[in-house]
Each structure stands twice: as structure tokens, then as C-alpha cells.
């Protein structure tokens, strides 16, 4: 079964508005975490947001924050305010595991979502 | 600040060849390593990681090998390529009871 599920593959969205891409994860441990990456057409890998499974409020970085509903399983980054910059691949990903164990901050990702701010 | 490097940045390969993709990492010291590979269109599978130096444990089985000869180097290698090896590799650095994996500006190699 997919541990990281993202549904839209792509998305297009007026400059100026609200985006959520949505991202549900299954996993038996208790402790995990939750981070969404921009991967530009340069292909980097932009760290954005991070969500720690016992974290009792959403995390918020800038116009960025994650909508986390634990017992749905899902954890949603929602961009207030798109720029045409945010355009760009976007991935979810989840560490499994207690985050201060040595070796044990191994990702699993997504396969992203495309997104496509329009003018 | 810790900054992570990796070179080539491209590479063209023919089926056969040796290949050997270097990261370093700046500003941090014992830090984990990674390999992640990206296929065309698709999202990161974790091949290696490290948690010091000669420590490596491996991921997926394949004909990709790693090596970690000093605490912030960190080498992915073959001995013989594959078509299939082709793809974007992307190396990153975390710290135990830190933020996030960051990752390097990844090398793009394409297997022929």
C-alpha cells in the first residue's frame, strides 16, 4: 500500500488565490513526522513545512501552513496568496519513527503534485 | 550555515561504465547522509543512508554501491550502469533531533 498518497497530479490556479494540494499517509507508528518540499524546474529540493505527529497546532511557515486532520490521515499545505513563483512540483513526505533516533530520518515521498500559478 | 554540495551536476553515461557521484556537506559536523533517486515524473525513493563514517545501510538492492570515507563526504558508486539507472540523484544531510533533511542541487544522469 502507498505509504504517501497525492491525489492531483496537477493544478492550475489564478495568481492571488489559495491553493491546497492535498496529501493522506498511512502509517501504524504513533510518532512520525509530516514535510512538504518545492522542487523548482532546477530540480532542488526546497524544504517548506514540517508537522510532528504529536504537534497539537497546525504548523504555519510564511504563506504556508499544513492542514493536519490525524485522524483523517491527511496533512494538506495550503499556499495563501499564490505567486507565479510557487509554480513547481510539490511533495509530500513522512518520516516514520521517533524523529531523535539516530538513522531513522528516512523519507518517504510522494509523487507530487504539479503546480501551475496562471497570470 | 551548512551548505551541501554535489557534483556533476549532469552526467551522460554509456551502459557498462563506472559511475561515482560525490556530496559534501559544510557547516555541520556528524551529520546523516542520503542518497534519494528521482525517477522521470515521479517522486523520491531513498537508496542509502549513513549515520557516520564508514556506516552505510541500504535501502533498495540494486548495483549501486555507497561509500562514506570521511564525516561530511558521501559517495554513491557502480561499478557497471544500467539503463535503468538512469535518473536525478539527489544527496541530503539531517541531524538527529533536528529540522528536516535538506537536500543538494542533485546530479541528472542519463544512462545511454
Known amino acids: 500500500a502507498q505509504k504517501i498518497t497525492q491525489t492531483q497530479p496537477g493544478m492550475f490556479v489564478q495568481e492571488k488565490e489559495a491553493v491546497t494540494l492535498d496529501c493522506t499517509y498511512d502509517?501504524?507508528?504513533?510518532?512520525?513526522?509530516l514535510f512538504w518540499y518545492k522542487q523548482p524546474s532546477s530540480g532542488e529540493m526546497i524544504f517548506l513545512i514540517y508537522?510532528?505527529?504529536?504537534?497539537?497546532q497546525n504548523a504555519t511557515e510564511g504563506r504556508y501552513s499544513l492542514n493536519f486532520q490525524k485522524a483523517r490521515k491527511s496533512a494538506n499545505l495550503v499556499i495563501s496568496a499564490s505567486q507565479l513563483g510557487d509554480s513547481a512540483m510539490y511533495f509530500c513526505?513522512?518520516?516514520?519513527?521517533?524523529?531523535?533516533?539516530?538513522?531513522?530520518?528516512?523519507?518517504?515521498f510522494g509523487t507530487g503534485t504539479r503546480l501551475t500559478i496562471i497570470p | 550555515s551548512q551548505t551541501i554540495h554535489q557534483w556533476p551536476a549532469t552526467l551522460v553515461q554509456p551502459v557498462g561504465s563506472p559511475l561515482s557521484l560525490e556530496c559534501t556537506v559544510e557547516?555541520?559536523?556528524?551529520?546523516?547522509l542520503y542518497w534519494y533517486r528521482q525517477a522521470a515524473g515521479r517522486g523520491l525513493q531513498l537508496l542509502f543512508y549513513?549515520?557516520?563514517?564508514?556506516?552505510i545501510s541500504s535501502e533498495v538492492p540494486q548495483n549501486l554501491s555507497a561509500s562514506r570515507p570521511q564525516d561530511r563526504q558521501f559517495i554513491l558508486s557502480s561499478k557497471k550502469l544500467l539503463l535503468s539507472d538512469s535518473g536525478f540523484y539527489l544527496c541530503?544531510?539531517?541531524?538527529?533531533?533536528?529540522?528536516?533533511?535538506?537536500f543538494g542541487p542533485g546530479t541528472r544522469l542519463t544512462v545511454t
Open positions: 549513513s549515520v557516520g563514517i564508514g556506516q
Open positions: 557547516g555541520t559536523s556528524n551529520p546523516n
Open positions: 513526505a513522512m518520516r516514520e519513527g521517533r524523529r531523535i533516533n539516530f538513522g531513522n530520518e528516512k523519507l518517504t
Open positions: 508537522q510532528g505527529s504529536y504537534d497539537e
Open positions: 541530503a544531510w539531517g541531524r538527529a533531533g533536528g529540522p528536516s533533511s535538506y
Open positions: 502509517t501504524s507508528d504513533q510518532s512520525y513526522g
